[in-house]
């Protein structure tokens, strides 16, 4: 019989795109990791759930324009996620039969997650910090393949659509942090995982 549950861990990078900094969507510049559980619906079908542990920065000086290179500025931040979703096979998965042992996936999953904002300037150039919760839309694509026994590895890049402008301190209200931006952050991850299967069901449950 099929084994039906996954645990893991990833160990990757995370990176960003905003107001500051490059805005290449693929390019992981600071460490960062997750741990997730997945439920094997069917051989094509996974529910998951997965924390994530985001460290993101930023730095003009390493911009592709001028204008952001001549400004400067540069961040850090960091962004704890939890988030839930579904993984999609594109082709049957099973470590326990031969010839399903791989496949490429994509994912889907809605998020909730925490991270630092400026609150206020009660002196010049010395900010307040706070923090806060907000929702995000990861979607992604990756890889897996079994490794040896029940253990099997991943390589998977996650993007996430965020509702919010102030990742990188973007702030309206103070005006050497009004930045300017007419769109929302983004906040990527790109990384490694391994993953152990267990679980012996009677079936699969049928159906998507």
């Known amino acids: 019989m099929a084994q039906v549950y996954e645990i893991g861990i990833s ?4 990176n960003y795109v905003g107001d500051i900094g490059r805005t290449t969507y693929i390019y992981p510049n600071k460490v960062a990791g997750a741990a997730f559980f997945k439920y094997n619906k069917n051989p094509r079908m996974a529910l ?7 460290p993101i920065s930023a730095n003009d ?3 592709d324009t001028d204008f952001r290179r001549d400004r400067g500025l540069s961040f850090n931040n960091t962004i704890n996620e939890l988030a839930v979703g579904l993984e999609f096979n594109f082709y049957e998965y099973d470590l326990s039969s031969p010839g399903k042992t791989w496949t490429p996936y994509i994912l889907l999953e809605l998020a909730a997650f925490n991270y630092k904002y400026i609150a206020s300037e009660p002196q010049p150039d010395q900010y307040e910090y706070n923090s806060k919760n907000s929702f995000s839309v990861p979607f992604g694509v990756g890889f897996k393949s079994k490794l040896a026994g029940s253990f099997a590895f991943a390589l998977e890049t996650k993007f996430r659509y965020t509702f919010e402008d102030d990742l990188d301190y ?39």
């Open 11 to 14: 160990v990757g990078g995370a």
């Open 48 to 54: 998951r759930a997965t924390y994530s542990y985001l």
């Open 61 to 63: 000086l390493d911009a």
């Open 170 to 208: 973007n702030n309206e209200k103070i005006a050497k942090l009004n930045f300017g931006g007419t769109g929302n952050d983004w906040y990527m991850f790109t990384g490694f995982s391994l993953i152990y299967t267990f679980g012996r069901p009677a079936c699969y449950t049928n159906g998507l």
